[in-house]
Every structure is written in structure tokens, then in C-alpha cells.
């Protein structure tokens, strides 16, 4: 629960530093989610920055997906194809390469061992906390 | 594509939306650039397909909302020249544009925007209505 400014003693952590971790962790992340999303076959540009911005927090702004699809285009982690559409001109499609199906494997390892860590460290502490309030 | 077209404060609004990418995209390489506002214009022209059905003054309204979820162009190409998705550096912001440029490596130093765009050739690719593109 956010604390009141002023409310007391307890040390919380301001919702702006709070921001800003999440900020970092989307930072880290968000190519590796593009790639996720791209492991289940290739996806037209526009889909694919809708359903990332389905994600809570993870798109403040879908145009920035853009450069980020180039940067991995560049670094070899997905491609392009044009395919006709019914719908009107051509679109462009993403899809995982080789060497971006083996990023998003080691990436996943890291993360999940990761992720576990932290969770030990967290979870329990957050039980003990709502048990000593309580 | 289901959008009508034959608004003209939707379609400036969008016009107006995708000069100020182009203008501040000046630095990238002039290929890249050409890409970034094509893969951006695309993506309106879906994204509009995508709103709910409007007339009048809710086409322009339709046009802002997705504006709105693109993000400042600004932002775009900030994330163009950085890596990933990353908030304004200070120190990126505090430098001269001119000086940014020459100090990243891989993009053709252009200290300065060519003659064409300052005498307004490059409004060409946006001078047609919005319907020419979808």
C-alpha cells in the first residue's frame, strides 16, 4: 500500500524510486520479450507491438518498439519478410533467426534462475512483514 | 483498411505527427530514417483500422488516441540513437544535437540538416492526403 507523505515512521520505498527500478527492469527486458513473442512464428510489426503493450508497464510508448526491432535486426536476432495483405499495401513481418532463438533460450535460463532468487529472498520476507503487522 | 480518410483535421494532425519524426530523426542515416517514418505511418494506418468506427470530429480524436499511444517522435528517436527503450540521459540532453552526432560512432556525421529539408523539399512524402498511403 502506498504511504501517505508524513503518515509515519515506516521507511517505504517512494513510488518514484519504485518507478525507476521497474524502469530498468523493462529496459533489460523488453528485447527479450519482443524475441518471446516471436518464438511462436512470425508476426506482423503492428500485432506485435499491441500485444507487448498488452503487457502492464512493459510499453509507455509503442513507437519506441520500432528502433528497438532495427537494433535487432541489425544484430542478426530477428528478420524481415514482406507479405502481401487483403487488407492493402504489403506488410513488413519479424521473425526469430537462429541466433535469436538462442538469445531468448540463454536469456530465459538467466532470468528464471534469476527471478527464483530474488522471489527466495522476497517472498518470505514480505509473509514475515504482513505477519509482525498483523 | 476501414477508416474513412476525408477528414482534414485527422489527416493534419497525422501529417503534423509525422514531420516532427522526420525532423527529429535528421541525425539518423538518411536511409534509416526514410524506414523509421514508413514503419511509424504503417502502423497508424493499422492502428486506425483498429479504432472504433468514427465520423467527423471522432476521426480526429481516433487519430490523436493512437498518436497518443506512439508516443512523442522525440521519444522514438531517442530510442533510435540509444540503447533500447531508455529515458533521456542528461547528458545526451545537455549536449548540442550537432555534438551527440559526431560522438556516435556508425551514423554519418551531419552536422547540420541538409539544404533540401530546410527549404521544405522533404515535405513531399506528406503532402498527399493520408489516403494515399493505406
Known amino acids: 500500500m502506498p504511504s501517505r507523505v508524513g503518515a509515519g515512521t515506516m521507511r517505504d520505498m517512494e513510488p518514484g524510486e519504485a518507478r525507476n527500478v521497474l524502469t530498468q527492469l523493462r529496459r533489460g527486458t523488453i528485447e527479450y520479450c519482443v524475441l518471446a513473442v516471436l518464438a511462436g512464428g512470425s508476426e506482423y510489426a503492428f500485432e506485435l507491438v499491441r500485444r507487448l503493450s498488452a503487457v502492464d508497464g512493459l510499453v509507455t510508448s509503442e513507437g519506441t518498439i520500432y528502433p528497438l526491432l532495427a537494433r535487432l535486426r541489425r544484430d542478426g536476432l530477428v528478420t524481415t519478410t514482406w507479405q502481401e495483405s487483403e487488407a492493402g499495401p504489403p506488410r513488413k513481418y519479424y521473425r526469430l533467426t537462429a541466433a535469436g532463438r538462442r538469445s531468448l533460450a540463454a536469456f530465459t535460463d538467466e532470468w528464471t534462475r534469476f527471478r527464483d532468487a530474488v522471489d527466495d529472498l522476497l517472498v518470505p520476507a514480505r509473509r514475515s512483514g504482513t505477519e509482525h503487522r498483523g | ?134
Open chain 2, 1 to 134: 483498411m476501414t477508416h474513412v480518410d476525408a477528414d482534414p483535421a485527422a489527416d493534419a494532425v497525422l501529417r503534423e505527427y509525422l514531420h516532427r519524426l522526420h525532423a527529429a530523426a535528421w541525425a539518423l542515416d538518411p536511409a534509416r530514417r526514410d524506414e523509421l517514418v514508413d514503419e511509424v505511418r504503417e502502423h497508424i494506418d493499422a492502428a486506425l483500422a483498429d479504432e472504433p468506427s468514427t465520423t467527423g470530429q471522432g476521426h480526429e480524436v481516433a487519430a490523436r488516441n493512437v498518436l497518443e499511444r506512439l508516443g512523442p517522435p522525440e521519444d522514438i528517436v531517442r530510442a533510435e540513437t540509444e540503447d533500447g527503450l531508455a529515458p533521456p540521459r542528461v547528458v545526451d540532453a545537455a549536449v548540442p544535437a550537432a555534438n551527440v552526432v559526431q560522438s556516435r560512432p556508425g551514423v554519418p556525421s551531419r552536422s547540420r540538416p541538409s539544404r533540401r529539408w530546410r527549404s521544405g523539399a522533404c515535405c513531399c512524402p506528406f503532402s498527399a492526403p493520408w489516403s494515399a498511403s493505406s
